[in-house]
């Protein structure tokens, strides 16, 4: 296979012996995360990078990052293959960790995970991890039965009695008033053994409805979580109105605006030196 051409060999031929230092600096505000992973980037090609931050730290304009040191292409590859990583997993963090304030008795879950790239999911766990934001419904082991799982079994009871094998899990069942109203679903649930409560639609009346139903059945003990088009002014909504374990926040934080950064060779070089 006939190799690559690439343009920067022959143009960073007259300077190739030098070494330059550079920086990556922030231009906007944000909580960093995806360090790891840009050193891993800038050690594949040959840079010596130092961290002057890490994971979970927050930034402001003109905070430096990294500071990085190579000859003249490697520092070129540098720009190309190492901002990515943080700015897009700090991004993710920045909103996250925003999120994250408005509800800080709530469990934050992002269950949007699944719908990246397999190579960017250990971009998006940095960022959730650094915010506080769980990917799981719960720590412990549990069975999530969401609607595709209830409509190859046929039903909320037919489902979780077939979890029923599973009696150190956790039992999650999403309701989204597809086998009757809200209200029977959530009694169904409740008779049949859930746990955890999903209520996937989006719709702050179905919210209502299941929590008035599990008030008003003496001795239950199934948490209500919510998720479908979560935004700020949702999530501020639950917090201050409802009694809600876990939220499912996912498009909010995946729309997240990349974090500005930028990569600055240290100073001009003059030629010959």
Not at 146 to 169: C, H, Q, V, W
């Amino acid at each position: 296979m006939a190799e690559t051409f690439d343009i920067r060999d022959p143009l960073f031929l007259p300077i190739s012996d030098r070494v330059f230092g550079a920086r990556v600096t922030a231009t906007g505000p944000g909580l960093v995360a995806g360090i790891a992973e840009a050193l891993a980037s800038a050690n594949a090609i040959g840079v010596e990078t130092s961290a002057e931050v890490q994971d979970g730290d927050w930034v402001t304009p003109g905070d430096i990052l990294l500071s990085l040191q190579g000859g003249a292409k490697a520092i070129a590859l540098a720009e190309d293959r190492i901002l990515g990583p943080i700015m897009m997993a700090s991004g993710w963090a920045t909103r996250a960790a925003e999120l994250r304030h408005l509800a800080p008795n709530m469990r934050l879950v992002c269950g949007g995970w699944k719908k990246v790239p397999n190579e960017v999911k250990p971009l998006l766990h940095k960022a959730l991890v650094s915010a506080g934001v769980a990917l799981r419904m719960v720590d412990e082991p549990f069975v999530y039965l969401d609607k595709n799982y209830l409509r190859m079994f046929g039903g909320i009871r037919e489902a979780l009695t077939a979890a029923s094998i599973f009696p150190d899990r956790v039992k999650v069942v999403q309701l989204r008033a597809e086998w009757g109203d809200i209200g029977a679903e959530t009694k169904e649930a409740l008779e049949h053994g859930a746990d955890i409560l999903m209520v996937d639609t989006g719709s702050l009346a179905h919210l209502d409805v299941v929590c008035r139903v599990v008030r008003s059945r003496p001795g239950a003990r199934a948490r209500v979580a919510f998720a479908g088009g979560v935004t700020p002014e949702t999530l501020m909504v639950l917090a201050s109105r409802f009694e809600v374990y876990a939220v499912d926040i996912g498009g909010a934080i995946l729309d997240a605006p990349l974090l500005d950064l930028r990569l600055d060779v240290e100073r001009r070089h003059p030629a010959g030196s």
